[in-house]
T-cell receptor, first 115, second 112 residues
Framework: GAGVSQTPSNKVTEKGKYVELRCDPI?????LYWYRQSLGQGPEFLIY????????DSGLPNDRFFAVRPEGSVSTLKIQRTERGDSAVYLC?????????????FGPGTRLTVL | GEDVEQSLFLSVREGDSSVINCTYT??????LYWYKQEPGAGLQLLTY???NMDMKQDQRLTVLLNKKDKHLSLRIADTQTGDSAIYFC????????????WGLGTSLAVNP
């Protein structure tokens, strides 16, 4: 079946602009995670949704970052007043969260470049 | 706070075994994972181990966990050039929130 998809695959924007990154999880997966991976680094947790609610947003770096998942499926990560330091690959993962052995399935990521 | 550390580079000859090491600090870690990332590709889950296990084997992959020392290793037997990639160690707790805490990754180079 279809995996996790993310759009766009690449986004180039100018400093100060607003961007939205979209994640389509695997159908039926209740848990959704956003991570970001800067060049040469491991992924860094941003936010976790269980259903429609953000159950853990402790990884969001500041109030310019916001994410929603209004119907418990598609999620959008929103970044206001982008800065050059926001340039990274933004990764989305989903999980069924039914049993203890359920793991996360990752999308291909959106590469964000802030000029 | 939570921290996961890995050595950054490893170079092996084709056919040899590779051992990639990882240490973590969170004693409440329940699951420990190994992911593979190839250039331009997404993150691929290779294997994971519960914290109450010492070892897990899956074909060419062997994971060893020393919970007392908070040390995790991944051994790849008969390493091939197709194994060249970045390998990430990650940990998570139990419960619904399985947010992953990641190491920086170990870049494995396999030389013919």
């Amino acid at each position: 079946g279809a995996g996790v998809s993310q759009t766009p695959s690449n986004k180039v924007t100018e400093k100060g602009k607003y961007v939205e990154l979209r994640c389509d999880p695997i159908s039926g997966h209740t848990a959704l995670y956003w991570y970001r991976q800067s060049l040469g680094q491991g992924p860094e947790f941003l936010i976790y949704f269980q259903g429609t609610g953000a159950a853990d947003d402790s990884g969001l770096p500041n109030d310019r970052f916001f994410a929603v998942r209004p119907e418990g499926s598609v999620s959008t990560l929103k970044i206001q007043r982008t800065e050059r330091g926001d340039s990274a690959v933004y990764l989305c993962a989903s999980s069924p969260n039914r049993v203890a052995t359920d793991t996360q399935y990752f999308g291909p990521g959106t590469r964000l470049t802030v000029l | 706070g939570e921290d996961v550390e890995q050595s950054l580079f490893l170079s092996v000859r084709e056919g040899d075994s590779s051992v990639i090491n990882c240490t973590y600090t969170d004693s409440s870690s329940t699951y420990l994972y190994w992911y593979k990332q190839e250039p331009g590709a997404g993150l691929q889950l290779l294997t994971y181990i519960f914290s109450n296990m010492d070892m897990k084997q899956d074909q060419r992959l062997t994971v060893l966990l020393n919970k007392k020392d908070k040390h995790l290793s991944l051994r790849i037997a008969d390493t091939q050039t197709g194994d060249s990639a970045i390998y990430f160690c990650a940990e998570s707790g139990a419960g619904n929130n399985r947010k992953l805490i990641w190491g920086l990754g170990t870049s494995l180079a396999v030389n013919p």
